[in-house]
């Protein structure tokens, strides 16, 4: 019944920017925790950022600090990634995460997240 639905990948020129979005649908109490992650074929799923929104807490991995961030909602349950300064290492399928749970205050860059959507497609060339 719950369902994370992500949008906004789309083909794009490396140096420029996207928004995504999470939409959250058949819950109605509110998340803890909010994710993003990504993955290319044959690879693992890779943490990109988190988010206590109690708070706004986040985190960014590596290789997206200073370029990505992530914002979002505990009263809509939205979830929203800004990237800028887009790599062709950026390509890749993206998707929302959420949980009911948090470590203390902080959501921790892991992939033990209980709901996932289904994943939008972010490509860029260089």
């Known amino acids: 019944e719950v369902r994370l639905v992500e949008s906004g990948g789309e083909s794009v020129q490396g140096g420029g920017s996207l928004r995504l979005s999470c939409a959250t649908s058949g819950f109605n109490k509110h998340w803890k925790c909010m994710g993003w992650f990504r993955q290319v074929p044959g690879q693992e799923r890779q943490a990109v950022a988190t988010?206590?929104?109690?708070?706004?807490?986040?985190h960014y991995s590596d290789p997206v600090k200073g370029r990505f961030t992530i914002s979002g909602s505990d009263d809509t349950n939205i979830a929203y990634l800004q990237m800028n300064d887009l790599k062709p290492e950026d390509t890749a399928t993206y998707y929302c995460?959420?949980?009911?749970?948090?470590?203390?205050?902080?959501?921790?860059?892991?992939?033990?997240?209980?709901?996932w959507g289904q994943g939008t497609q972010v490509t860029v060339s260089s």
């Open positions: 995460a959420a949980n009911t749970w948090a470590a203390d205050t902080t959501c921790v860059l892991t992939d033990d997240y209980t709901y």
């Open positions: 988010i206590f929104l109690i708070g706004n807490i986040t």
